[in-house]
């Protein structure tokens, strides 16, 4: 519905579920579009542009994964993909990533929630991510404590400023 001021998606239904080898062409366009517009407020359209180019294709992550515990936990709003986490059977924390149109209405912290939980079920003890800085607060708000800064490392030997984040997951 077009309001005067932005566009505004009608959320109708979100439904949860764990994601599938057919869905990485439709988490890959996820990942990028999320990127491009929220990760901007703290990194130059260069950097952007860099990490988008950097980005491995889901399909590749859940082909490796298959063996190793890798799952990845996704929202869909009537059939079509708006968000997912993903995490390694070792507790690390890949992907978090939401649509823009469809961020600030808590779809990410349903994600993460969900991939939290299933990791605990698995027996991991704790869930480490190194974070894009305009996600410090979003981590922060669900109990992740800030370990220090990182780098990510991209192609042709350049970088990009990170944080590193970790939850301990303990039982209740
Ligand atoms: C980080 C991200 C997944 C959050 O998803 P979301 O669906 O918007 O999160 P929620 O709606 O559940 O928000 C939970 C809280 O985080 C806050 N928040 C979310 N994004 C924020 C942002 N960019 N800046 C500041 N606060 C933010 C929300 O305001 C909310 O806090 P509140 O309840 O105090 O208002 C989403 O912003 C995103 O995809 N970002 C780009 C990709 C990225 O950087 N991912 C992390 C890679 S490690």
């Given at each position: 519905m077009w309001n005067g001021l932005c566009f505004e998606i009608e959320v109708v239904d979100i439904s949860f579920r764990f994601g599938v080898q057919d869905d990485a062409p439709q988490l890959d366009r996820v990942q990028s579009l999320s990127i491009v517009g929220l990760c901007k407020s703290h990194y130059t359209n260069e950097e952007i542009r860099a990490l988008t180019q950097h980005i491995k294709p889901y399909h590749t992550w859940i082909a490796q994964g298959m063996f190793s515990g890798f799952f990845v936990f996704l929202a869909e709003n009537n059939g079509d993909i708006v968000g997912f986490s993903s995490i390694s059977g070792?507790?690390?924390?890949h992907g978090m990533y939401v649509l823009p149109e469809y961020s600030q209405r808590g779809i990410g912290s349903k994600l993460l929630s969900g991939v939290e939980s299933t990791a605990k079920q698995r027996g991991t003890e704790y869930i480490s991510v190194t974070a894009s800085l305009n996600s410090q607060y979003f981590y922060e708000k669900h109990g992740y404590q800030y370990l220090g800064s990182a780098s990510l490392p991209l192609r042709q030997g350049t970088t990009i400023k990170a944080i590193s984040m970790q939850k301990i997951l303990t039982c209740p």
């Open positions: 070792k507790g690390i924390l």
